[in-house]
Structures are given as C-alpha cells and as structure tokens.
C-alpha cells in the first residue's frame, strides 16, 4: 500500500468514525472500503447529516460498483451544495498539478492531476493521437516487434502534441475537445451541462469552453432516441479572427499577442450571445480566466472594450 493510499483510508476511518450509521455500515461489511471513501468524500463536501439522513444514498453506497457509485456520489454531492459545481470545480482546479521527476531507473516519470474538464480534453486529445499512431503502425510495420504498443503510442503523442502546441495558437484547433450534454431543467428551467460520465459543469465553465469550440446540435427526445443532428460550427470563423485581429491587434484587455488569444463571446453563446464582430473580443489566457472565474466584467463599444 502506498503511502498516498494509506493517508486516505486513515482520513476515510476519521470522518466516518463521527457519523454511527456510517461507521456501523461499512464495519458490517455492508459497504466495501471504495464507496466508504466515496461516502467520506461526499461527508467533506457536504455534512455527515445530510450523508447519514439519506437512505437511498447510503443503499446505493451498499449496492453499486465502485465505479458507478463514485459518479453518483459526486453528483449527489453537487446537487446539494447549491451552486451548480461552481465549488467542486474550483477545488479540483485549486488541487491541479503536474510532477516531473527522474527515477532510479533512469526514465523520466510523470504524473498529473487535473479538474475533470481539463483531464477530459487531455485525455481525448492523446488517447486520439496515440490511436492515429497505433493504426498507422498497423498498416506499415512489416513485424510484430516493429509496432509499437497503445501504452507507448500514449508516450510518444504526448510528446507529439506538446512539441506542437505552438502551432495551434490563436485560431488554431478548438479549445473544447470534449463532449458535453446540456438540457434544461422541466422543473427549474435550468440549463443543466453534463460529461457524459456525469460530471456535472458550472456554468462559468461552460461559457468558457463555449467560447472556441466545435458545436453539434442533437435533438434527443426522453428516452435517449437521436431524433436530430445538425453540422457541426466553430463559433468564430477565420475570418472574423483576422478582423479581430485588425481591430484589437492582440489581447483587447492586456495587449497580449494574438496568437496567444482565443475570440471570446461577450454575451455568452449559452445565454444567445451571437456569433459578430461586435459581441467578439479576442482575449489571452489570462484575461479569459479572469472573466470566467473571477467575475471581471467587459466594458466599452465595440472595437474599444475594456476589461476590470
């Protein structure tokens, strides 16, 4: 057991052991050791009354694949602290990292920790790259040993993409390359955003992952049955990223250089904001972060925005 893993279980037996019902349910066996962890987690998140008074929640933790049930717990949990993910998603961002290290055998080891978005888009966009190189390898390699392994096809697109990574700045790739499902609400008229796994997205991350993405619209009536699909359309056209780039010259709040700025809808795509040169601004990682999770406002006319 590693040391991580022994920290957590220690942490698990804390939490539970000041709630009775749960500390008695997982010491009868009736909940296995993942969803106890799962079930701390949601206590953290929430309070150890809300966990320990819901009883569909406590007979789910004593049924359900660890799996499964962890994606439940987070849902449940977001559910309840009222802000639509906002909180959740800004402890994961908080809790982000990436570790590089030598190792005693002489490779170089690597290890990250992401918010489920940003882990999506990089798993998706390497899991793709690592797939293109694994099937061309197929089709060229004349031996089983001249083919390279899914494992080592991973290692080497992580490499591909990041020696790329300049190449697609500005208005290059889409920023978005994730799949997420929206409706609204029956009850609430809420738009509600999800990852098909069930993570549940605030809205500040949506409009920010609106902002440069490919956007297929897909009807779906109750029963999940596809009903229609449109064209996919990148909100920004190449176009209009060079007049952008004629009006603003680079980042419109900063001056950043273009190429490091991604066009941003002033009024939200997710709220009808359309898609002209006047609700377009182009504006740089930082200023981007800025006004999705920092509450900074854009002020001013057209072709004279301001940012504060």
């Known amino acids: 057991m590693s040391r991580h893993e022994a920290r957590s279980q220690v942490k698990t037996a804390e939490t539970l052991s000041k709630t009775p019902r749960l500390r008695d349910a997982v010491a009868g066996g009736r909940v296995s050791t993942a969803n106890a962890m799962r079930l701390a987690e949601a206590v953290e998140r929430t309070s150890a009354e809300d966990v320990a008074s819901d009883g569909e929640l406590l007979a789910k933790a004593e049924t359900m694949r660890p799996e499964d049930f962890g994606r439940e717990a987070r849902r449940w949990a977001v559910e309840r602290q009222g802000d639509n993910g906002e909180s959740e998603h800004a402890r ?13 055998d002489g490779m170089v080891h690597l290890r990250g920790e992401f918010d489920a978005v940003t882990g999506r888009r990089i798993s998706n966009r390497l899991r793709a790259e690592a797939a293109r190189m694994h099937d061309a390898d197929e089709k060229k390699a004349s031996h089983s040993d001249e083919r390279r392994s899914f494992d080592q096809c991973m290692a080497d697109a992580l490499d591909q993409l990041t020696s790329n990574a300049n190449d697609s700045a500005g208005g290059g790739k889409p920023y978005a390359d994730i799949c997420v499902v929206a409706h609204v609400d029956d009850e609430t008229g809420e738009l509600i955003a999800e990852m098909p796994g069930g993570d549940r997205l605030p809205r500040s991350v949506l409009e920010e992952l609106a902002c440069n993405s490919l956007i297929t619209p897909t009807i779906y009536d109750r029963r999940g049955v596809l009903m229609w699909q449109g064209h996919s359309k990148r909100t920004a056209t190449a176009t209009q990223l060079k007049a952008l780039k004629a009006i603003y010259g680079g ?9 490091m700025t991604q066009a941003h809808h002033v009024e939200p795509v997710s709220r009808g904001g359309p898609t002209d040169i006047d609700n ?3 504006a740089c990682w930082g200023c981007h972060n800025k006004i999705h999770h920092f509450g900074w406002q854009i002020h001013g006319p057209p072709g004279k925005r301001t940012l504060h």
Not at 92 to 104: H, I, K, M, P, T
Not at 251 to 259: I, M, Q, R, T
């Open 92 to 104: 994961q961002r908080a809790r982000r990292r990436v570790r590089l290290w030598d190792g005693d």
């Open 251 to 259: 980042c419109f709040a900063c001056g950043a250089d273009f190429d």
């Open 280 to 282: 377009l601004v182009p």
